[in-house]
Structures are given as structure tokens and as C-alpha cells.
């Protein structure tokens, strides 16, 4: 069955660029009609859309995070990829990479990984 | 703030059964059949347990149900089990042009 995996550091430095990548093992992210997305989750609370990739390429992402945010896809290596520019402490949560439907819900989520943004 | 409006926490004895509301707008939850909840154990991933509104996926009890009135959707878990203590989530779709898609704030089930 599918499966999704986050990986990248654990630890990033102020002002820097957080990177994550996702592999998808188990089925093509070239498949037809998925929103590859980032999904957070800050200490203790709850979750927040970052963006996603279509499968044709495509991305849309959170107003909010939008000028840090790129989404980008290797289809190559069957990932897809955060890069998160500009990070403050406030952007230390658990990342997760997660297969959204255009009916808006995620039926497939990695594990997630923990990022502390710190000097 | 969530754009969703959930209860902060629920409670219910075993066998019980219990709702959680999930409070949006006619641009979100009412506007649409794209309401989805999500299962959360201390330290996992989210589960999907209900999509559109009202279906589930494969592999989730039938305890589960989920609905919707207006601006306002539902998840419905009957014969309460300790294994059902939980976060919840709900999401939904959204046309605001700030967000495709909006979270809950999330609600903590506890099994008493």
C-alpha cells in the first residue's frame, strides 16, 4: 500500500531555510488527481495547511505562509518537497506530508517530523 | 484563530454516545459536501475517519458517523470505547480566497 515518509533536519537555525522531503513509496506520485500536501502541527496545538503540489504541477499554498513557501516535485524519485525561507521560532512544529483528494480530505499521512527552529 | 469552530473538549462514559460540532461558514461547511474529520492519538499522525461529510473509509468502525445542517457539521461516535480518547479535527473546503482548505481548532475526547 501507499506509503508517505518525512525526511530533513531536526533542527534549523533563525533566518535560515527549512527543507523537508517526502517520499512516496508504494504507488506513483504521477497518479492521477492527488494534492501532494505539508500539513503542521505547532506544540500543543492544532493543524495548519501549508500548500500543496497537483500532480501535474501545479501548487496553491496558505495565504499566509505564501511568499516563504515552494512546493516543488521529482517525479524521478517518486518526492515531493517543502522549503520553508525566512524560519523564526514560530515556525517550530511537526511537519507532515500527507495525499489530499479534491474532496478536501488527506486519507494518507506520514508520521511527521519535528522541527525546532533554534540558535 | 481556527476557521473552524469546534468545542475545545467532549466527555462521555463507555458505551455512550457522544457528537462533536464543527461550526464554519456558508463559504466552507455549509457551502459544500467536503467536510472531513480526523482521529488524532497523543504522538501519531492524524487518522481520516470520516470524508464528505458522511462516508467512511475503509477500516473505520461503523461507530463513526458524521453529518451536517447548515454551517454546521457533525461527527457522532456511539458505544464509546477507551481506545476513541482522541483529538478530533474536522476540515472543510473552502471558496474564501484566503485558504483551499481549513482545520478546526481540534477536540479532546475523553473516555471517563
Known amino acids: 500500500q501507499v506509503q508517505l515518509q518525512e525526511s530533513g533536519p531536526g533542527l534549523v537555525k533563525p533566518s535560515q531555510t527549512l527543507s523537508l522531503t517526502c517520499t512516496v513509496s508504494?504507488?506513483?506520485?504521477?497518479?492521477?488527481?492527488?494534492?501532494w500536501s505539508w500539513i503542521r502541527q505547532h506544540p500543543g496545538k492544532g493543524l495548519e495547511w501549508i500548500g500543496y503540489i497537483y500532480y501535474s504541477g501545479s501548487t496553491y499554498y496558505n495565504p499566509s505562509l505564501k511568499s516563504r513557501v515552494t512546493i516543488s516535485v521529482d517525479t524521478s524519485k517518486n518526492q515531493f518537497s517543502l522549503k520553508l525561507s525566512s524560519v523564526t521560532a514560530a515556525d517550530t512544529a511537526v511537519y507532515y506530508c500527507a495525499r489530499g483528494w479534491l474532496g478536501g480530505y488527506f486519507d494518507l499521512w506520514g508520521r511527521g517530523t519535528l522541527v525546532t527552529v533554534s540558535s | 484563530q481556527s476557521a473552524l469552530t469546534q468545542p475545545a473538549s467532549v466527555s462521555g462514559s463507555p458505551g455512550q454516545s457522544i457528537t462533536i460540532s464543527c461550526t464554519g461558514t456558508s463559504s466552507d461547511v455549509g457551502g459544500y459536501n467536503y467536510v472531513s474529520w480526523y482521529q488524532q492519538h497523543p504522538g501519531k499522525a492524524p487518522k481520516l475517519m470520516i470524508y464528505e461529510v458522511s462516508n467512511r473509509p475503509s477500516g473505520v468502525s461503523n461507530r463513526f458517523s458524521g453529518s451536517k445542517s447548515g454551517n454546521t457539521a457533525s461527527l457522532t461516535i456511539s458505544g464509546l470505547q477507551a481506545e476513541d480518547e482522541a483529538d478530533y479535527y474536522c476540515?472543510?473546503?473552502?471558496?474564501?480566497?484566503?485558504?483551499?482548505?481549513?482545520f478546526g481548532g481540534g477536540t479532546k475526547l475523553t473516555v471517563l
Open positions: 476540515s472543510s473546503y473552502t471558496s474564501s480566497s484566503t485558504l483551499a482548505w481549513v
Open positions: 508504494g504507488g506513483s506520485i504521477s497518479s492521477g488527481g492527488y494534492y
